[in-house]
């Protein structure tokens, strides 16, 4: 049990807000695209950039997956529209190494080396796991609900069994999708 803590003053200093948007393209492809947005309540002065104002972008970032069905990373867009410091933009490239891989398990570890530490961008490279989460959601979501008998399979049924509160034996979602499930039977 969470304690509530006594009401303290608190002023804001820092707001991050990361906007996540899943589509199936025309050709088939998905789409996932995560934004980046962090502004500072206070006045900041940058070296590149000078005076920020209040509610201005420190940072203003872009990172889109396109995939596959199967996950397979087929297209990688970067943009950096507002960072810190001039030389920041120089880390979208890095990205691109990103082709080829597929989300899945480890894949995190398999996409940090592609695009490296020093090459790459801290707060896009932290985009990857909400991206992938956003892909499987964003495919799965569609298929569930739009063609008959997805995610009612017995590989399904392994992949998502006890993988969450939502999907623990005895939840109302492995009763719904299925019905003929007994604790025990995998």
């Not at 003053?9 to 996540?20: G, K, Q, T, Y």
């Not at 410091?85 to 894949?107: K, T």
């Not at 940090?112 to 796991?129: F, K, N, Q």
Request: with cysteine.
């Amino acid at each position: 049990m969470h304690k509530q803590s006594k009401n303290v003053a608190r002023a804001l200093m820092h707001n991050r807000n990361i906007d996540v948007k899943g589509y199936l393209r025309e050709d088939g492809l998905w789409e996932v695209e995560a934004v980046l947005a962090d502004t500072k309540s206070h006045v900041i002065n940058l070296p590149d950039r000078g005076d920020i104002p209040v509610g201005d972008h420190l940072h203003h970032m872009i990172l889109t997956l396109v995939v596959d069905e199967s996950l397979l990373i087929k297209e990688v867009r970067a943009n950096m529209i507002d960072t810190p410091h001039s030389d920041c933009p120089g880390a979208e490239a890095p990205y691109q190494a990103l082709v080829g891989v597929r989300i899945g398990s480890g894949w995190l570890d398999e996409a940090r080396a592609a695009i490296g530490r020093v090459s790459g961008c801290t707060h896009l490279t932290e985009l990857l796991p909400v991206l992938a989460t956003a892909a499987i959601q964003t495919i799965n979501g569609y298929k569930l609900h739009h063609i008959e008998g997805h995610g009612r399979s017995d590989k399904d049924k392994q992949r998502m069994l006890n993988s969450c509160h939502g999907f623990r034996e005895g939840g109302r979602a492995v009763e719904y999708y299925w019905p003929d499930h007994r604790s025990g039977e995998h």
